[in-house]
């Protein structure tokens, strides 16, 4: 039987005196869950959201606001940190960043699409289709935009901006030098991957390879965050993925049907190219795109600060003075 103290010890990190990271990490995925039942629940009963679940801006905005609540508290009372710390700087390099990640995005998707409607692997079936009866077009590609715009920021806040950072400072007394480092880098960004895949395999159409592949994108997020310390870039990126991937150019996202979409889309070519009914994330394609992405972000990187490295606040380890 372990004594009180070693108990203790598993829990609490007196050299950095706050709870150890998987307990932080654990209590943070409870909160969340919690945090949106609850919100769920509240705006089910008083008629802000009709409960049926899925994609759509009222949904969007519960699990927004649930998890900037619960990382928000987990943050500064587990984590001991500046809700800032976790890669919202908000400074205008941060907004430059999101822009270029933006631009990153659209030229992604568009490449897809250009590809695949030149190889005859889709056809365009409508344009300006996807809304609802009485409802306009440009009302519906709103509240899509608007809807994205969620979904980029809870994820990276969840993904990059919480997971990465805990799962680096539990693993940074691995390895010493430079290449602990790396080490700790790339378990960081494999194991928060991971997780963002996992959270992707109950989606509609999803199947094994379509979770691996939206782990590599979580990969291709994670490569900005991991050299710039914050999460501008993954989110312009996250958000235009998306928005054009399903509302611009008619692909499922992630499974999922998108709403207002300014060109409508039938598949005919072969999934394991395309993705399929998943949507270019599940695709070699996509594979390809994300590979694209880590590159072109690396080279905004280097030309932005003038170098490609490791930001010290991810991989050198908790410094309680630096966060009170």
């Excluded at 290449?179 to 790339?186: F, P, S």
Aim: include cysteine; charged fraction near 10%.
């Amino acid at each position: 039987m372990l004594k009180p103290n070693a108990l203790r010890k598993l829990a609490w990190n007196d050299h950095e005196g706050r709870v150890r990271a998987l307990w932080r990490l654990i209590i943070h995925a409870v909160a969340m869950v919690v945090g949106w039942y609850l919100l769920a629940v509240l705006a089910v009963s008083v008629g802000l959201a009709g409960g049926e679940g899925g994609l759509g801006l009222d949904n969007m905005l519960i699990a927004t606001f649930a998890v900037l609540g619960a990382t928000y508290l987990t943050a500064t009372q587990l984590d001991r940190r500046r809700f800032a710390e976790l890669g919202l700087a908000l400074d205008r390099r941060w907004w430059l960043d999101a822009g270029v990640g933006v631009v990153i995005g659209v030229a992604l998707m568009s490449a897809i699409f250009a590809i695949e409607l030149g190889a005859g692997w889709v056809a365009i079936r409508a344009y300006a289709t996807g809304v609802g009866a009485g409802q306009s077009f440009a009302l519906g590609l709103s509240a899509a935009l608007l809807m994205f715009v969620c979904v980029a920021f809870y994820e990276e806040l969840v993904s990059r901006g919480y997971h990465l950072r805990n799962m680096a400072e539990g693993l940074a007394g691995i390895g010493a030098g430079p290449a602990g480092r790396y080490l700790v880098a790339g378990l960081a960004i494999i194991g928060s991957s991971a997780v963002f895949g996992l959270l992707h395999a109950s989606n509609a159409n999803a199947t094994a390879l379509s979770t691996f592949n939206v782990g590599l994108a979580g990969v291709m997020l994670a490569a900005s965050v991991i050299w710039t310390g914050q999460l501008g870039l993954a989110m312009g990126l996250h958000l235009s993925w998306n928005f054009c991937q399903g509302n611009l150019y008619g692909f499922p996202v992630s499974g999922s049907d998108a709403g207002a979409q300014l060109i409508a889309l039938d598949q005919l070519g072969d999934p394991l190219v395309t993705g399929g009914a998943f949507g270019p994330e599940a695709g070699l394609l996509g594979v390809a795109a994300m590979i694209a992405g880590i590159g072109l972000q690396a080279a905004w990187v280097r030309v932005s600060r003038g170098k490609l490295e490791l930001a010290p606040a991810l991989v050198d380890g908790y410094s309680a003075g630096a966060s009170s």
